[in-house]
């Protein structure tokens, strides 16, 4: 018997230079070859007679062969003819160079066939058919007769050799496969076992066998996932000498938001208290705070960001809130700085606009403990960069920065508390998975807002610019974004975009505004638009993150394909702030549909996690993790959206057991798939 770490060219019918081409696909032992599953699935089972076969129709007979043989054909190609007939009819099986055919498919064996019938010269043919010899007392047939797996088999390697490889792999380790989730969980959830489960994903007897294997291995797959993240969460805990509830976070959790709201003109909403408590309780802990704030545009997250930051300054800790871009970067340093001249706090701002004798001060500033509060971009990592007690790191539009990177931030303190903020819509439940080493607080809107869009094709964009030039006409203001800043081979870019719009709209009062403008040029276009010098702001997808201009009103998109669901629902996020009527264009290349019925669903669907929703199934959970969770496996073969009811279960079946036994003592078979997988140390 072999056990999941034997090699494969072990295998009865690999051998090295097979050994060689599954390993192109990643297998190199018997536990990668098992856990290769099938791409799909034909059922063969169904037997039709010959004569009720239709051409072009897949169908599987059963028939016996009557006479066989080969001759050369076109070029010296050998064709391999077969004869056979059932009670109701005669066919014909064609192969190419297969001359060994003629010592298997014999006058008088009978044969299961699975292929498209096709007339030929008036007969009934098979061209290289799947089949399958029946034989007394050799069990099922592998490939024909059943619901068949098929797979994506390395280049030289077919699929009648791939399924027998694995038959000989499943014989192989027989009682060997060991079991990683506990037996009171898989007989309370009537999971079945992993043993059966493998052999009917790759050689189902039924349909149920194969959807109880389906549901058995994504739970599977599922829990070791969760499990990996509920360790590193309470690794992180683990972590001694965190702010605990005498140190600078102390006292009582929720009693600073009454005296956060003193510093505010508006009275905070329900869900930013609820956040703003959940945050309090965190920061009061033996261990750091890992806590995701997740909430649309305009649902308030860096004001719930605020009064993260004014708790831990208040209790003698500093705080550093990182941006993607100088523009959001400016965007939190006026909002913070308007907000902390109340309580007497100085806040610093570190991008690379900035003049290097401010860079110099701010970051001296800042090793000797005199600026509390510090906003920047990319400049906030530098090794050189020193806090004195830096206590709370916020880094906004998580997803565009890497693990690594937020934990370069976080490596700057003694156990620092981490916030992150995301306006990317993520479901709830998803969330709650992908971010399972941390813990979720969700804002809703502030208003509720009313954004009507309309998509028009390239041959309407004068049609959509006429609508757009109607509207600020009557005085709005809004955005024109297109896909890229120079023109491309088949798009206009902002900058063609900006002259044409000086020269035929002048009245539009535009303003070109990019990623690649200086600081101080961006200051002046952003504060320009806000003061109503201008009208218009022409610009890139800079506009995604860090324009708060509530006034805008209409928002175009050109060559909208080339953003990702989520970057349109972000830009759409930037008008109608102040919950006044709002119209969203968006111009789209019809002559790719999958792209354009992408934006046919952008423009029907208005709520963010209806839409992220359908991102996933779009994108696929690969590009959704990405490197959010970095070290996470991909997932095989679960599908986040549709298996999201396993994940909930598989979650909190793992959370209970690490939270019971976080050394997984009891748990050694499962401890050990978690390391083989890279996802467990010590």
Same mark, same amino acid.
């Given at each position: 018997m072999a056990d999941f770490e034997t090699s494969v060219r072990y295998l009865k019918g690999v051998g090295e230079q097979r050994a060689h081409l599954l390993e192109k696909i990643g297998v190199r032992i018997l536990f990668d070859l098992v856990y290769y599953f099938p791409r799909r699935y034909e059922d063969r089972k169904k037997i039709t007679p010959v004569a009720e076969t239709v051409p072009g129709q897949p169908a599987t007979i059963c028939a016996t062969v009557l006479t066989s043989g080969s001759k050369s054909g076109w070029r010296g190609k050998q064709i391999f003819t077969a004869a056979l007939s059932d009670d109701t009819g005669l066919i014909y099986a064609t192969f190419f160079n297969q001359g060994y055919l003629k010592d298997v498919l014999v006058p008088g064996c009978r044969v299961l066939l699975s292929g498209r019938p096709s007339i030929y010269q008036g007969e009934k043919s098979m061209i290289h058919p799947v089949f399958e010899v029946l034989k007394e007392g050799t069990g099922r047939p592998t490939e024909a007769g059943r619901i068949v797996a098929l797979y994506r088999p390395p280049e030289g390697l077919s699929q009648r050799a791939f399924h027998l490889i694995m038959l000989s792999a499943l014989r192989e380790l027989g009682s060997e496969v060991k079991e990683v989730v506990p037996f009171a969980e898989r007989q309370r959830l009537n999971l079945g076992n992993l043993r059966h489960a493998l052999k009917n994903i790759h050689f189902p007897v039924s349909e149920t066998d194969l959807r109880k294997a389906r549901e058995y291995l994504i739970f599977e797959e599922f829990f070791l996932l969760a499990a990996a993240l509920r360790k590193r969460r309470l690794d992180s805990r683990g972590v001694a000498g965190g702010p605990g509830p005498e140190g600078p976070a102390g006292g009582d959790p929720a009693a600073f938001i009454s005296d956060f709201q003193a510093l505010l003109s508006f009275p905070l909403t329900e869900s930013q208290r609820r956040a703003l408590a959940e945050i309090g309780a965190d *920061?009061?802990?033996? @261990?750091?705070?890992?806590? *995701?704030?997740?909430?649309?545009?305009?649902?308030?997250?860096?004001?719930?960001?605020?009064?993260?930051?004014?708790? #831990?300054?208040?209790?003698?800790?500093?705080? !550093?809130?990182?941006?993607?871009?100088?523009? *959001?970067?400016?965007?939190?340093?006026?909002?913070?700085?308007?907000?902390?001249?109340?309580?007497?706090?100085?806040?610093?701002?570190?991008?690379?606009?900035?003049?290097?004798?401010? $860079?110099?001060?701010?970051?001296? &500033?800042?090793?000797?403990?005199?600026?509390?509060?510090?906003?920047? #971009?990319?400049?906030?990592?530098?090794?050189?960069?020193?806090?004195?007690?830096?206590? /709370? !790191?916020?880094?906004?539009?998580?997803? $565009?920065? =890497?693990?690594?990177?937020?934990?370069?931030?976080?490596? &700057?303190?003694?156990?620092?508390?981490?916030?992150?903020?995301?306006?990317?819509?993520?479901?709830?439940?998803?969330? /709650? #998975? /992908? +971010?399972?080493?941390?813990?979720?607080?969700?804002?809703?809107?502030?208003?509720?807002?009313?954004?009507? #869009? @309309?998509?028009?094709?390239?041959?309407?964009?004068?049609?959509? @610019?006429?609508?757009?030039?109607? +509207?600020?006409?009557?005085?709005?203001?809004?955005?024109?974004?297109?896909?890229?800043? $120079?023109? =491309?081979? %088949?798009?206009?870019?902002?900058?063609?975009?900006?002259?044409?719009?000086?020269?035929?709209?002048?009245?539009? $009062?535009?303003? /070109?505004?990019?990623?690649?403008?200086?600081?101080?040029?961006?200051?002046?276009?952003?504060?320009?638009?806000?003061?109503?010098?201008?009208?218009?702001?022409?610009?890139?997808?800079?506009?995604?993150?860090?324009?708060?201009?509530?006034?805008?009103?209409?928002?175009?998109? %050109?060559?909208?394909?080339?953003? =990702?669901l989520s970057q349109l629902h972000q830009m759409r996020g930037r008008i109608g702030r102040q919950a006044q009527e709002a119209l969203c264009l968006v111009i789209g290349d019809s002559g790719a549909p999958e792209s354009f019925e992408r934006l046919q669903l952008f423009a029907q669907t208005a709520e963010g996690e209806e839409l992220a929703a359908e991102d996933l199934v779009l994108r696929g959970e690969g590009e959704i993790m990405g490197e959010r969770q970095h070290g996470l496996p991909p997932l095989r073969i679960a599908d986040l959206r549709r298996d999201l009811e396993l994940l909930n279960t598989a979650r909190d079946v793992a959370f209970r057991l690490l939270d019971g036994d976080p050394g997984l003592t009891g748990q050694p078979q499962l401890r050990e798939r978690l390391a083989r997988q890279g996802l467990w140390e010590g």
């Open positions: *920061l009061g802990k033996g @261990y750091p705070m890992h806590r *995701l704030l997740t909430g649309e545009v305009g649902s308030g997250k860096t004001l719930v960001a605020a009064g993260a930051i004014f708790r #831990t300054v208040r209790s003698g800790g500093q705080a !550093a809130l990182l941006a993607p871009t100088e523009i *959001l970067a400016e965007q939190h340093f006026m909002t913070l700085q308007r907000l902390f001249a109340r309580a007497g706090w100085e806040v610093g701002l570190l991008v690379n606009g900035l003049e290097a004798a401010e $860079k110099a001060r701010v970051a001296e &500033k800042l090793a000797a403990g005199e600026i509390p509060v510090v906003v920047g #971009t990319h400049g906030l990592l530098s090794e050189r960069l020193k806090f004195r007690r830096l206590a /709370l !790191a916020v880094i906004d539009e998580e997803h $565009k920065f =890497g693990v690594n990177q937020r934990e370069e931030l976080g490596e &700057k303190g003694r156990e620092v508390n981490l916030l992150l903020m995301s306006a990317t819509p993520i479901p709830r439940t998803l969330a /709650l #998975t /992908l +971010y399972g080493d941390i813990e979720v607080s969700s804002l809703s809107p502030r208003v509720s807002r009313r954004v009507a #869009t @309309y998509l028009f094709n390239r041959l309407e964009r004068e049609a959509a @610019y006429r609508l757009f030039d109607r +509207y600020i006409r009557s005085g709005q203001t809004g955005y024109l974004v297109a896909s890229r800043l $120079k023109d =491309g081979e %088949d798009s206009f870019g902002a900058e063609h975009i900006y002259r044409d719009a000086l020269g035929l709209y002048p009245h539009w $009062k535009p303003a /070109l505004l990019h990623g690649r403008l200086p600081l101080a040029e961006k200051r002046r276009v952003v504060e320009g638009f806000r003061s109503g010098e201008f009208q218009v702001l022409v610009a890139t997808s800079v506009i995604e993150v860090g324009i708060d201009l509530p006034e805008a009103s209409i928002l175009l998109i %050109d060559d909208a394909e080339r953003f =990702g």
